[in-house]
């Protein structure tokens, strides 16, 4: 099963690679690019979303789902700490990122606002 996820994540991250590599080369030193991503991700990527309500919600949903979970997994499957309190905390986190992904969906299903590009960047790798 893991195996298995982890080469879904492998295929996707070759798929966004090669969207990546589409656009222009720019210099970039690896240290400094690697320190400069938590800033440039969170004050960037969190400028645009604020931009329009609805993406916002989903984008805290998804993202806040993903996170919570993520952190939950860690005392559940790395300390191997069997407590229901915890698995049901890690549960309710999916299910909001469930509903952040599902809001996604709804929003790229339904119309793509004519202010964004409706290229390859706007729809999900699995379409």
Known sequence: M???????????ALWRISLWRRGRAARVYLVAGLLALP??????????????????????ATAG?????????LPIHLFGLDSPVLA?????ALA?????????????????????SKGAWDRFPMR
């Open 39 to 60: 800033k440039r991700y969170l004050v960037d990527l969190h400028e645009v979303v604020a931009r329009d309500r609805k993406v916002a919600r989903m984008h805290v």
């Open 65 to 73: 789902g993903l996170v919570a979970a993520s952190l939950l997994i």
């Open 2 to 12: 893991i195996a298995g996820a982890l080469l879904l994540a492998g295929l996707g």
């Open 96 to 116: 909001v990122m469930l509903v952040g992904a599902l809001l996604a969906l709804k929003r790229r299903i339904d119309k793509t606002p004519a202010r964004l």
């Open 88 to 92: 049901w905390l890690l549960l309710g």
